[in-house]
């Protein structure tokens, strides 16, 4: 296994590991700018320290897969990626769907380069895929979760009638009380 970590990547690996550093850069990038969109209120939701996590988290990720390619001695060439088209996030339900479909894509991006790198018996590659796997698969379910917590939030709003505006009516405007009742960041 130590010789096939000094040659350089089969071109079909060494493009998609290219696409998913970009891709983790991108989701950088949305998470960035998620926390700064939150940052200008005063009463935030429990899930932006997550955001502010996965922004520093998605970086380095990025970092790795470039480094990655450089031990396989392997070209770097990110392509760009386009993020979601976006300046107002707005509900909380609607940030956190959008969240979730960045990581479900991911994820998805991963499976595929896992599959790739099977098919040529990148074996080193499949060792180095398989700590990102498991992150990916524990903050979907962490976003899964906010999801449906905002969606019965909003739910239980709408039930008791009040006439208050689309950010209140998304869980920003409750108590205190009632927003910590999410579980701990994963």
């Known amino acids: 296994m130590a010789s096939q970590a000094q040659k350089p990547l089969c071109e079909a690996c060494r493009v998609a590991v290219n696409y998913v550093a970009s891709y983790e850069l991108n989701i950088n990038d949305v998470y960035f700018t998620m926390t700064c969109y939150y940052d200008e209120e005063s009463d935030a939701p429990v899930y932006v320290p997550f955001f502010q996590d996965q922004a520093e ?5 990025a970092k790795q897969f470039i ?7 392997s070209k770097i060439c990110l392509p760009v990626t386009k993020r979601p088209d976006i300046e107002y ?7 956190i769907v959008i969240a979730l479909e960045m990581e479900k894509e991911l994820h998805k991006h991963l499976q595929e380069l896992k599959s790739l790198a099977s098919k040529n018996s990148e074996t080193d590659l499949l060792e180095f895929l398989k700590k990102f796997l498991v992150k990916q698969k524990r903050n979907i379910k962490y976003l ?3 999801h449906s917590y905002q969606k019965e939030l909003e739910r239980l ?3 008791e009638g009040t006439s208050e505006e689309p950010a209140e009516a998304s869980g920003r405007g409750l108590t205190s009380e009632r927003k910590t009742a999410s579980p701990p960041l994963l």
């Not at 988290?57 to 990720?61: F, L, N």
């Not at 480094?67 to 001695?73: A, D, I, S």
């Not at 996030?89 to 940030?95: C, E, H, N, P």
């Open 144 to 146: 899964e979760y906010q």
């Open 157 to 159: 709003t709408a039930e």
């Open 57 to 61: 988290v998605k970086r380095a990720h």
């Open 89 to 95: 996030w707005g509900t909380d339900l609607q940030a």
């Open 67 to 73: 480094k990655y390619l450089k031990e396989r001695q």
